[in-house]
């Protein structure tokens, strides 16, 4: 089992910044990923981020540019820097940590609102 917890999130203006933590525990040993995705108000669930045990790093194209995704290993957490933000952001941010290829743990989410 792997449990995570994000945090964070909150209301910020249009153009501000916000860094999210996602902290890891439990059979970490397991995980060969970690992605942040987001629902925003009647969006499709999207895959905002990721990266890998190695350190490769992938980003939606919706924030290439904005984003940074980053992980302290001795504090198992990972953090994903959001810049510029955006209305468009606004959503619940969820951390994930995948198992052999698959998303398969879940935090409970973070809200984001960014006010225009």
């Known amino acids: 089992q792997v449990q995570l917890v994000e945090s964070g999130g909150g209301l910020v203006q249009a153009g501000g910044s916000l860094r999210l933590s996602c902290v890891a525990s439990?059979?970490?040993?397991?995980?060969?990923?970690v992605g942040w995705y987001r629902q925003g108000p009647g969006k499709q669930h999207e895959l905002v981020a990721s990266?890998?045990?190695?350190?490769?790093?992938n980003y939606a194209d919706s924030v290439k540019g904005r984003a940074t995704i980053a992980r302290d290993n001795a504090k198992n957490t990972v953090y994903l820097q959001l810049n510029s933000l955006k209305p468009e952001d606004t959503a619940v941010y969820y951390c994930?940590?995948?198992?052999?290829?698959?998303?398969?743990?879940w935090g409970q989410g973070t809200q984001v609102t960014v006010s225009s």
């Open positions: 994930t940590a995948a198992i052999l290829g698959n998303y398969y743990y």
């Open positions: 990266i890998t045990t190695g350190g490769s790093t």
């Open positions: 439990g059979s970490i040993f397991m995980v060969n990923a």
